[in-house]
């Protein structure tokens, strides 16, 4: 008799995952990707799938994590309903999360300080990077997730300057550590010119964009927005590809589906 | 998956490894106090404080969340937002949560004085339960009043709205027409942000005012409110990001506690608070709806008359207003919560006018309230608010009715609270 049950068969990849070029396993095709949403469509949920991914056992991936939109128990909540236990990755140290708390560069008011705390923060993520690094060199890789930009952009105190500075060190560690970027900004909350520009400075240096809006029609309660997602070829590059799909978002993950074959 | 496996197996010896929440209190357990009516437990972990308004609770799906930011964007014609404030502020109250109150005014004591009374059972049921036994009572007294409210009573008799008159419950009815009385409006803490210099010391008393809060003990959760009314308004002194206090108040959270708090954007000041700031703190906030006015003939300074939509809307005489929702809280969970329909009309429930509120008030808006000239109440039957699905809008989500409704610039209604609880 078998002592152990025959491992479940790999399910088929979703959508996104064939759009994102994620299908098969292995590590992802690009480097940085941007999920934008807007007010009424959350694109959260991109998100966590993408921790969930990181994490799963299939890889070997580590995840930096920059919560900051939410506290740690939203998270813990939302992924356990998924099937991943984020607490339990923490301690196995596969999870190092960083919360908008744990910053302490939100009072200073001096724009050397707020520097500083951008570099602290950037410091904080290397040193997780390289303590990941040395630990195991299986060959996973590590994602460095943020939720979401406007955060840091309170934290800045508007200063776009700064977060993209901070973005463009983040980018360098892609190459550099051999780590991926996913980052969730909101579309729709920009209005100076200055954060506008922010806003096409971030398309341009992407590798992928995943946009989440709600449908044109409205919102409706079996199908919960459209997703784009823009591969370019190299960033500032043509688009290569463009796929387009609708998605209703559940409690244990996300079903994504084209418009009008859902049943 | 084998995580969650691993989850399982680890269970037994640490409580965080588990994959299976611990139920909040054992059985065997003795609770040592009643359980809190003002808050309300929900699914996923949420924790809910009740708006004031029954209906707005139930389209909601249980309220307010606790911990959830939520804002009002005022409409200078349209004076309901106002009564969301008031009814906000009144269930606070009744419940013994901790209120406080930032306004624009001078004095914000004033407006205090506009808070309705909730509405009390009628005399039959007064008669019946004053047969009751007595000492029952006293005990129930004792219970029921709570720490921070026993220094201010003494021995003075319970107030009328903590006997057993008004039901503890989880959310009241207020009659409009009848103010809060004193004893209880002066818990309330009070401050002015006319002439403050910087957001950071409203900010800082926020912060003051949660480290003030009681921790919740055992299974009993207890919340606090904030309510904030034109945070935008032009005669404020402060003149920066909104975005950057409503990020920063989590920062002081303390878990185990809750916060709900509700607070305005002054429409005059809309061109202040830009679009895109607007979005900003949309994304922060759980809950938004909007606040419409009505082209009710007679009873405000009209723009037009709208004779279509008082051929499509039912009761459309007994309206005060619209109230759109924008966008409803969700915690601990990644699924959207989807209303069915996202306006909503604001009504009072007995038509009548009320009296006495106007001369409290501080922007002098003309239209609902009936100015009298003496200060005594007309013996009328308390109206109470009423917020009923628009069976015309039923679908009609982002209804463009909302556009069609003339010049009215839409405001958002927002309400903040203040995420303190850790689930």
Redesign the interface.
């Given at each position: 008799m078998n002592p152990s049950p025959p491992p479940p068969p790999p399910r088929d990849p979703d959508l996104l995952e064939e759009a994102l070029g994620l299908g098969r396993g292995g590590s992802p095709p690009w480097r940085l990707a941007f999920v934008e949403d807007c007010?009424?469509?959350?694109g959260?949920?991109v998100l966590?799938h993408f921790l969930k991914r990181a994490?799963?056992?299939e890889g070997d991936g580590t995840v930096v994590f920059l919560g900051l939109a939410q506290?740690?128990?939203?998270y813990?909540?939302?992924l356990?309903?998924m099937?991943?236990?984020l607490?339990?990755?923490r301690?196995k140290n596969k999870l190092h999360f960083i919360d908008?708390?744990n910053l302490e560069f939100?009072?200073e008011k001096g724009e050397n300080d707020r520097e500083i705390g951008f570099m602290d923060l950037y410091n904080r993520i290397l040193r997780s990077i390289e303590a990941i690094r040395s630990k195991d060199n299986n060959g996973g890789w590590t994602t460095i997730i943020i939720d979401?930009l406007?955060?840091l952009e309170?934290a800045a105190?508007?200063s776009v300057k700064h977060v993209l500075d901070f973005l463009q060190y983040c980018r360098s560690l892609t190459s550099e550590m051999d780590c991926f970027l996913v980052i969730l900004n909101?579309e729709?909350?920009?209005?100076?010119d200055e954060?506008l520009q922010m806003l096409s400075h971030l398309d341009y240096i992407s590798d992928i964009l995943i946009k989440a809006e709600t449908l044109s029609t409205?919102?409706?309660?079996d199908v919960?927005g459209q997703m784009t997602v823009v591969i370019k070829d190299a960033p500032g590059g043509l688009i290569k590809k463009l796929h387009s799909f609708q998605f209703k978002?559940?409690?244990n993950g996300v079903e994504f589906f084209y418009p009008g074959s859902r049943f | 998956?084998?995580?969650?496996a691993?989850?399982r197996l680890?269970g037994a010896r640490s409580a965080?490894?588990s994959?299976f929440s611990r139920a909040r209190s054992s059985p065997s357990a003795v609770l040592p106090s009643p359980p809190n009516p003002g808050v309300k437990v929900g699914p996923?972990?949420a924790t809910f404080v009740s708006s004031g308004i029954p209906d707005l609770d139930r389209i909601l799906g249980g309220g307010f969340l606790l911990g959830s930011l939520v804002m009002v964007m005022e409409d200078a014609d349209a004076p309901h937002h106002l009564l969301l404030l008031r009814n906000f502020m009144s269930q606070g109250v009744v419940h013994r949560q901790p209120v406080l109150f930032a306004s624009p005014l001078k004095d914000p004591r004033a407006f205090l004085g506009t808070l309705p009374s909730p509405v009390s059972l009628s005399k039959e049921h007064r008669q019946r339960d004053t047969l009751v036994d007595h000492n029952q009572q006293d005990q129930e007294k004792g219970l029921r009043i709570a720490w921070q409210y026993k220094k201010y009573f003494g021995d003075q008799q319970s107030s009328q709205i903590h006997n057993r008159d008004v039901k503890q419950e989880f959310s009241n009815d207020f009659d409009l027409r009848k103010a809060l009385e004193r004893q209880h409006v002066q818990y309330i803490e009070s401050m002015s942000i006319q002439d403050i210099p910087r957001l950071t010391i409203l900010r800082d008393r926020c912060s003051n005012f949660l480290s003030g809060l009681p921790r919740s003990d055992g299974g009993n959760l207890s919340a606090g409110r904030i309510a904030i009314q034109s945070l935008c308004a032009p005669q404020c002194g402060y003149a920066e990001?909104v975005?950057?206090i409503v990020?920063?108040e989590?920062?002081d959270?303390i878990s185990g506690l809750g916060l709900g708090c509700l607070y305005q954007v002054s429409e005059i000041n809309y061109s202040l608070f830009?679009?895109?700031?607007c979005?900003?703190v949309?994304?922060f906030i759980s809950f938004a709806c909007i606040s419409e006015e009505m082209a009710a003939p007679g009873r405000y300074i009209v723009v037009y008359e709208d004779k279509d939509m008082a051929k499509l809307l039912t009761g459309y005489q007994d309206m005060l207003g619209l109230l759109h929702v924008?966008?409803v809280a969700h915690?601990?969970?990644?699924?959207?919560t989807?209303l069915e329909a996202?306006t909503f009309s604001l009504k009072l429930q007995k038509r009548r006018s009320l009296s006495q509120l106007q001369n409290m008030m501080d922007d002098g808006f003309p239209g609902l309230f009936k100015h009298t000239t003496n200060s005594q109440l007309t013996h009328l039957q308390s109206p109470k608010l009423l917020v009923s699905q628009e069976c015309f809008f039923m679908g009609?989500?982002?209804s463009m009715r909302a556009m069609e409704l003339g010049t009215k610039i839409l405001r958002l209604l927002f309400i903040v609270s203040l995420?303190t609880s850790?689930?």
């Open positions: 007010v009424e469509t959350s959260a949920f966590h994490l799963s056992t506290p740690f128990s939203h813990d909540r939302v356990r309903k099937g991943c236990n607490s339990v990755q301690n908008l708390l939100l009072d979401d406007s955060h309170i105190h508007g909101h729709d909350i920009h209005s100076s954060a409205g919102i409706a309660a919960h978002v559940k409690e | 998956m084998a995580t969650a691993d989850g680890l965080n490894t994959s996923n972990g990001m975005c950057i990020y920063t989590p920062k959270s830009k679009c895109g700031c979005g900003n949309s994304h924008h966008k915690n601990n969970s990644q699924v959207p989807v996202s009609c989500n982002h995420s850790a689930a």
